[in-house]
T-cell receptor, first 117, second 113 residues
Framework: SQQGEEDPQALSIQEGENATMNCSYK?????LQWYRQNSGRGLVHLIL?????REKHSGRLRVTLDTSKKSSSLLITASRAADTASYFC?????????????????FGKGTHLIIQP | NAGVTQTPKFQVLKTGQSMTLQCAQD?????MSWYRQDPGMGLRLIHY???????DQGEVPNGYNVSRSTTEDFPLRLELAAPSQTSVYFC????????????FGQGTRLTVV
């Protein structure tokens, strides 16, 4: 079951432009996290935003969280070629699967971001 | 800083063979987990552990076994490999189960023929 869904699935922009990607989720959350995955590599944590926070910044990254709409957005400002990667949102909760419940991060399918030089 | 180390990086198995994917972390994290990543599917939780001696099933546990005899190690065992298990496998660890960032290994790309 997919708790988070990113939108768009793919995004291509020019270097220097801002990139915005969105994540929607289905149930109440404790927190929401964003991860980056470069091609062929593991995931790297970017930002964790708690359910009682509305906005968080880290360098060129800005994350917002709207719990009433069950959505989050990740903004990357002044994009660089090195930002080319897939970006995933993940929620942290106890999820019921067909075989029972499980504790762990539940990921969306990701947004593939390409920065054109 | 080693972080989370997975071995091997690549593996090709024949249907019916067995193998163990190794995962080790040097951060003294209590929580460890295994995910598989398939095209268009995102990451799906296979098994997880909240501490040494404790393991539990995730979303897609069938065909996989795990053990956690030490805090550092969390191997994933495939007993009878099937083509449906062709995937990229990621191990992750975190200080605790919730409200904290996860650290991922570099992944194991497994092909079952």
């Amino acid at each position: 079951s997919q708790q988070g869904e990113e939108d768009p699935q793919a995004l291509s922009i020019q270097e220097g432009e801002n990139a915005t990607m969105n994540c929607s989720y289905k149930t109440s959350i404790n927190n929401l996290q964003w991860y980056r995955q470069n091609s062929g590599r593991g995931l790297v944590h970017l930002i964790l935003i708690r359910s009682n926070e509305r906005e968080k910044h880290s360098g060129r990254l800005r994350v917002t969280l709207d719990t009433s709409k069950k959505s989050s957005s990740l903004l990357i400002t002044a994009s660089r070629a090195a930002d080319t990667a897939s970006y995933f949102c993940a929620t942290d909760l106890f999820v019921m699967y067909s075989g029972g419940g499980a504790d762990g991060l539940t990921f969306g399918k990701g947004t593939h971001l390409i920065i054109q030089p | 800083n080693a972080g989370v180390t997975q071995t091997p990086k690549f593996q090709v198995l024949k249907t019916g063979q067995s193998m163990t994917l190794q995962c080790a972390q040097d951060m003294n994290h209590e929580y460890m987990s295994w995910y598989r990543q398939d095209p268009g599917m995102g990451l799906r939780l296979i098994h997880y552990s909240v501490g040494a001696g404790i393991t539990d099933q995730g979303e897609v546990p069938n065909g996989y076994n795990v053990s956690r005899s030490t805090t550092e190690d969390f191997p994933l065992r495939l007993e009878l490999a099937a083509p449906s298990q062709t995937s990229v496998y990621f191990c992750a660890s975190s200080r605790r189960r919730t409200n904290t960032e996860a650290f991922f290994g570099q992944g194991t790309r497994l092909t079952v023929v």
